[in-house]
């Protein structure tokens, strides 16, 4: 059917949350996505970097038809497979030892908020722990997800939210150090900040806050969502400061495209928190996304994917650079690898919609970056296929 018509129908049924780009997508193939007139989309958002391995990968899509036939679902009353050999999986990369799974990345963070909350309340009986968070921060829409995510804009109508959370300024040790109490349970950050506005944590930062952590049996909580799996050139991003966290978070590309996260922590912190019957979901870790995480791992180690990341991301890295000495209208490029971020000092937004027309797609952070996170599996020709689209773009709104 017609583009405009489905668009149309879309708008009688569907809820009004977002304000979509005018495109209806069809289907998809390597690093490209085609919409439902046949035009062809150069694709650096990735379904907001989900799609790690691109589109249409054989070896991946095979795994999941066969899971499919075998099976679906089974709830968590009993074991499965697949979802044993992604958690072992998932814990051999990350170096924890316990994951939960969930069905999307906010509610794997409100599972690490209850286990650091249960963490606490062990070792005092009290229920008035507090957390600290960090201000430019997102971790989720749910209303606990929303407690730590220091956006006002996103909070503020639906306030009060749970639990006693206060916000500190990302990589300034001084402002943690002046909201840790002795009723601090938890610090939770983005090892690198994505919806903010793409800043990566400095690692004398994370250090430091690390070793308030241990001083104070105050539990460290990393959300890897979006700069986990691959995306900075690591399984994941805190791995290149040598600080590990008490518990992380993932989601969007642990499972390539099907609704799963995780909250994965230590054995000490496992231990001394959720028994049974403190949490649980119906559909969290079935077989039909265990089959995809196990697969996810296994395609990541056989095809060396961090070391691509490691080169190709180090390529667009100077390619944006270089572009941003070329463009006034470019104040700053920050990210690592395949996470990037140009602040513009024009309308963001406007970008993101004539590169659109021009066949990329690139999705906006914060108030004034434009995103950059494509699948993994990208190349350099991409980049510069990228890179030519950009300048397009660029050209055509500076020069007005
Ligand atoms: C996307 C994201 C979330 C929320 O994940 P959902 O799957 O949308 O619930 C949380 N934290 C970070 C850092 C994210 O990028």
């Known amino acids: 059917m017609e583009a405009t018509v489905l668009m149309e129908q879309a708008k009688q049924n569907i809820l009004h949350t977002y304000n979509r780009f005018p495109i209806v997508l069809d289907h998809g193939q390597g690093v490209y996505l085609y919409d439902t007139d046949g035009k062809k989309y150069l694709d650096f958002t990735a379904g907001i970097a989900v799609q790690a391995l691109g589109y249409g990968d054989q070896e ?3 795994a999941l038809k066969a899971q499919i ?3 679906l679902h089974t709830s968590n009353l009993y074991y499965n497979q697949p979802i044993i050999d992604a958690a072992e999986k998932l814990c051999a990369a990350s170096g924890l030892d316990y994951a939960f799974f969930t069905n999307s990345g906010a509610e794997a963070v409100e599972g690490a908020i209850k286990t650091a909350k249960k963490y606490a309340y062990l070792k005092d009986g009290c229920t008035d722990h507090e957390i600290i968070a ?21 909070r503020e109508p639906f306030e009060p939210l749970p639990g006693i959370v206060k916000f500190a300024d990302y990589n300034d040790l001084g402002s943690v150090k002046a909201l840790i109490t002795e009723k601090t349970c938890a610090i939770i950050m983005e090892t690198v900040q994505g919806e903010g506005g793409i800043y990566p944590a400095e690692e004398e930062f994370l250090r430091a806050v690390k070793e308030i952590c241990v001083k ?11 700069c986990g799996m691959g995306r900075t050139g690591e399984m994941f991003a805190w791995q290149a400061y040598d ?24 054995k000490k912190v496992a231990n001394a928190s959720l028994k049974p019957g403190d949490h649980g979901t119906t559909y969290g870790g079935n077989p039909f996304v265990g089959a995809a995480v196990s697969k996810v791992f296994d395609i990541f180690a056989q095809r060396n994917l961090t070391a691509h990341v490691k080169e190709i991301g180090g390529y667009l890295e100077t390619q944006l650079e270089q572009l941003k000495s070329e463009y006034d209208c470019i104040a700053d490029r920050r990210g690592v690898r395949l996470m990037q971020g140009l602040q513009l000092n024009i309308p963001v937004g406007d970008v993101a919609a004539k590169a659109l027309q021009q066949g990329l797609l690139v999705i906006t ?12 599996v990208i190349e350099k020709e ?9 300048k397009v773009v660029l050209s055509s709104v500076t020069e007005h």
């Open 60 to 62: 991946y899509n095979e």
């Open 69 to 71: 036939d075998k099976l």
């Open 134 to 154: 960090m201000n430019q921060s997102f971790h989720g829409r749910t209303l606990g997800a929303l407690s730590v995510t220091g956006n006002a804009h996103y």
């Open 216 to 226: 104070n049996d105050i539990l460290l909580i990393l959300d890897e969502i979006q």
């Open 243 to 266: 600080v590990k966290p008490d518990l992380m978070v993932t989601a969007k590309a642990l499972g390539c495209g099907v609704p799963v996260g995780a909250f994965v922590m230590t």
């Open 365 to 376: 952070a914060g108030n004034n970056v434009l995103r950059f996170v494509p699948p993994l």
């Open 382 to 390: 991409h980049v510069d296929e990228m890179m030519e689209k950009i």
